[in-house]
T-cell receptor, first 113, second 115 residues
């Protein structure tokens, strides 16, 4: 069956450390993978998109990697801050060229001061 | 910059009633998506429209229907409401065909409570 899995448990890290979140998928062949941030009761906010032919993408303190062989994306936040505390969702297109974007289960990150 | 506008933000309905949610995409965006998010759950894809035509369908119940109008706004109609329909409903929009790496922008959501 098709599924997208992220760190099931909440992730607590100390301020200043690097947070690494995982997104694993099975039985999908996405052309893109996207990462979103969601705060309680708010809509997901787009952070980064990485294409299947890209290994890595960076934006300020954020870095995303995409390994289509492992079917995995890693999302890193360096020099983490308490304001980074939120739920982070990965999403991918169910099949290449589809309008159907499927979200992972999300990882709740808490950065401790 | 203009964002995705959803209305109403909160809605309380009784079982078996009907509810309609509206979504106004970012200007010039041609694709609209609807998602349902239950408490502690990830957003579940319901349906999407491109250029006013249904493009993809997810786990949308038969009791629900949606459409995209000529001005690109979209409405999600939910009938015979059940308690389990209580959730946060997100609308999102994007520009361009799939395969172009189009970013999806989400609205703030409409809270539906069925009592």
């Amino acid at each position: 069956s098709q599924k997208i899995e992220q760190n099931s448990e909440a992730l607590n890290i100390q301020e200043g450390k690097t947070a690494t979140l995982t997104c694993n998928y099975t039985n999908y062949s996405p052309a893109y993978l996207q990462w979103y941030r969601q705060d309680p009761g708010r809509g997901p906010v787009f952070l980064l998109l990485i294409r299947e032919n890209e290994k890595e993408k960076r934006k300020e303190r954020l870095k995303v990697t995409f390994d289509t062989t492992l079917k995995q994306s890693l999302f890193h936040i360096t020099a983490s801050q308490p304001a980074d505390s939120a739920t982070y969702l990965c999403a991918l297109d169910a099949t290449s060229g589809t309008y159907k974007y499927i979200f992972g289960t999300g990882t709740r990150l808490k950065v401790l001061a | 910059a203009a964002g995705v506008i959803q209305s109403p933000r909160h809605l309380i309905k009784e079982k078996r009633e009907t509810a309609t949610l509206k979504c106004y995409p970012i200007p010039r965006h041609d694709t609209v998506y609807w998602y349902q998010q239950g408490p502690g759950q990830d957003p579940q894809f319901l349906i999407s429209f491109y250029e006013k035509m249904q493009s993809d369908k997810g786990s949308i119940p038969d009791r629900f229907s949606a459409q995209q109008f000529s001005d690109y706004h979209s409405e999600l109609n939910m009938s015979s409401l059940e308690l389990g329909d209580s959730a946060l409903y997100f609308c999102a929009s994007s520009l361009g065909l799939p395969g172009s790496g189009n970013t999806i922008y989400f609205g703030e959501g409409s809270w539906l409570t069925v009592v």
